[in-house]
């Protein structure tokens, strides 16, 4: 199959995988579209909200849609790092054998990873980066398409351990869920009150989507378009030649390499996603919030004055 047909499929796919989880999702079309994209970009998101927006439906309607095994893993403060990555235990013969841990799947939901010590954190960091695993001296590879999506609760902060700056780095995108509107809470309430079962169908399975992953990678993109993308992470770093004033007053540290990569990578799996072969300025705008507003760091002045990251992306656009 020749790319532009396996690009016209994907933006097919893409249309019903949508359709597919809106039969259980009701509206966070901003997530739903975010974490798609991460996923098609072999990638890893955070999602940040308050309890009750579905998150965990959410990923877990994804798996099923894409026929991919899913695993979730409650983040707290008495997780160890074997808990997640599996263990080596003595069998009947006496000789050391692996037993796997819940990281063996392909898509894990990492629920409350602020919740538990940066020895744990980093093992699934670890494990994010370097697609496999450590254990007794022994490397063991992880499975293909692995993504990870952790949440992160913004209200209860007390008892937690926020993610370093250099671990949130890793995230390609940073996905921010809202409350429904009116209408779409009239709608979970009444679904999610009813004996109605949802069935949704499997579309794609894991080759297909290494395939749309590679896919993604292949799509050409314009000069003009990767200096713009460029010179949006470049804007964000103070006291450089491109910072702007607001730059300059309200951050501390900006956005390093990864922004640029993971803007570009995104852009072309929106314009992908959007029936376009090569992405325009407009698709790099279109990410800029998600991969933007976790990699840039505050001062005491943005902080006093309530001033918030994606009011300096804004700015920046």
């Known amino acids: 199959m020749s790319d532009i047909a396996t690009a016209e499929k994907f933006t097919h796919t893409y249309k019903q995988i949508q359709d597919e989880i809106g039969k259980v999702i009701v509206g966070q079309n901003d997530a739903v579209n975010g974490v798609l994209t991460t996923l098609f970009c072999n990638s890893h998101a955070l999602l940040v909200g308050v309890p009750g927006l579905a998150k965990t439906l959410l990923i877990k309607t994804i798996s099923d849609v894409l026929d991919l095994e899913f695993n979730r893993i409650q983040f707290t403060p008495d997780l160890m790092p074997g808990d997640i990555t599996g263990n080596e235990i003595l069998d009947e013969n006496r000789q050391f054998k692996f037993i796997r841990g819940p990281l063996f799947a392909n898509i894990i939901l990492a629920d409350e990873i602020n919740r538990t010590p940066p020895k744990t954190q980093s093992a699934l960091l670890e494990a994010m980066q370097e697609r496999n695993v450590t254990v007794g001296g022994k490397s063991h590879s992880l499975g293909h398409p692995f993504f990870v999506l952790a949440t992160q609760n913004p209200i209860e902060q007390e008892g937690t351990y926020p993610l370093p700056e250099a671990q949130l780095d890793r995230f390609m995108l940073n996905l921010t869920l809202t409350y429904p509107t009116f209408e779409e809470e009239i709608n979970i309430v009444r679904n999610t009150t009813s004996n109605v079962k949802v069935q949704t169908n499997k579309l794609i399975n894991s080759q297909e989507i290494l395939s749309f992953q590679d896919l993604v990678r292949k799509a050409p993109i314009a000069d003009n378009v990767l200096n713009y993308a460029v010179t949006l992470v470049s804007k964000t770093r103070p006291q450089t030649a491109m910072a702007t004033s607001k730059v300059n007053e309200y951050i501390s540290y900006g956005a390093g390499p990864r922004a ?35 990699r840039l760091v505050k001062n005491y002045k943005a902080e006093a004055e309530g001033l918030s990251n994606d009011d300096i992306v804004k700015d920046l656009l």
């Open 260 to 294: 640029g990569q993971f803007l570009v990578l995104g852009a072309k799996c929106h314009a992908l996603m959007n029936g376009k072969l090569s992405p325009d300025i407009e698709d790099v705008r279109a990410m800029a919030y998600n991969v933007l507003r976790h």
